[in-house]
């Protein structure tokens, strides 16, 4: 996995829960490096962003060991070991550190790269992370020139570990974050003949398909998820946690084999979430696509 985050010059990263300094250059190197990633972070900094909601575009993971918690868009995890049980399908190259300062203490020997913006200036800061220049095992692969915002220096760093230790990523569910990006809306094909278990199943893929959106995975969930035999994306796509568009081709295809009749249906992300905690039956199924 990764880390990004940036630091003043004493390795600071935060006073009182937020951003020492906000440089709009570093803003827009976190948006575009983490662009459909996987982030990792504590309640805290998820509840730092605007709203307490999950940073869009983005698989975010939190972790809390509060029972029952769960929060709009996100996965919560109870502790590190249920992090990376959940982790293990995934793509070690997509999956970010983010914070907060325990998150990042934590989690640093099993990062191989850390993105650290250097700021030089001393923000008085009350939350700090390892000085990475200490540690044998990090090393400088790369720094931008230095640049300046508002009279304040700062450049790009990127430090690799040469002994990072394991999570064992596998790979396996490489697209998961996909699942997480913002949707506006799912088209799909509606039969022209329908039976009440295709209106049945079509009502849970559209919750699933927008539900990264209004609701969230629990550590309870994801603690069922790792003691299944399923893959992540294979149980959650069972406990109608999410869905994707090929889904609904999946399922067209089941009623209509021949690929023959129904119309092109659009549901926004607005509509379906009139019903997002209710049944969607023939009636309210037939108000969504009106």
Partial sequence: MKLIVAVDEKWGIGKNGDLL???????????????????????????????GRPLPGRMNIVLN???????????????????????RD??????????????????????????ITKMRFCGDADTFIP???GLSEWSVISESEIKE?????????????????????????SDMPSYFVKRAEIGFTYPDITSGEYRNEL??????????LYGGVSCAEVAECINS?????????????????????????????????????RVTKERAAEFIESDLNADKLAELFS
């Fill in 65 to 87: 060991d509060t029972e029952g918690v769960r929060a709009d868009g996100t996965v919560i995890c109870g502790s590190i070991e249920q992090l990376f049980g959940f982790l």
């Fill in 90 to 115: 995934m793509n070690s190259d997509d999956v970010f550190v983010i914070g907060g300062g325990s998150v990042y203490r934590q989690l640093l020997p099993y990062c191989d790269t850390a993105y």
């Fill in 21 to 51: 300094l906000s440089i709009p250059d570093d803003m827009r190197f976190f948006r575009e490096t983490t662009r459909r990633a996987i982030l990792v972070m504590g309640y805290n900094t998820l509840m730092s962003f605007p709203g």
């Fill in 131 to 133: 000085d990475l220049d």
């Fill in 203 to 212: 009502n849970s893929l559209i919750k699933a398909y927008f539900r990264p």
């Fill in 229 to 265: 035999s399923m893959s992540a994306e294979a149980f959650l796509k069972e406990k109608g946690c999410i869905a994707s568009a090929g889904d609904f081709e999946r399922l067209y295809e089941k009623y209509a084999p021949d690929n023959k009749g129904g119309h092109t249906v």
């Fill in 149 to 173: 915002h508002e009279g304040i220096k700062y450049s790009f760093v990127e430090y690799r570990n040469s002994a990072p230790l394991s999570v064992g990523f596998s790979g396996v569910n």
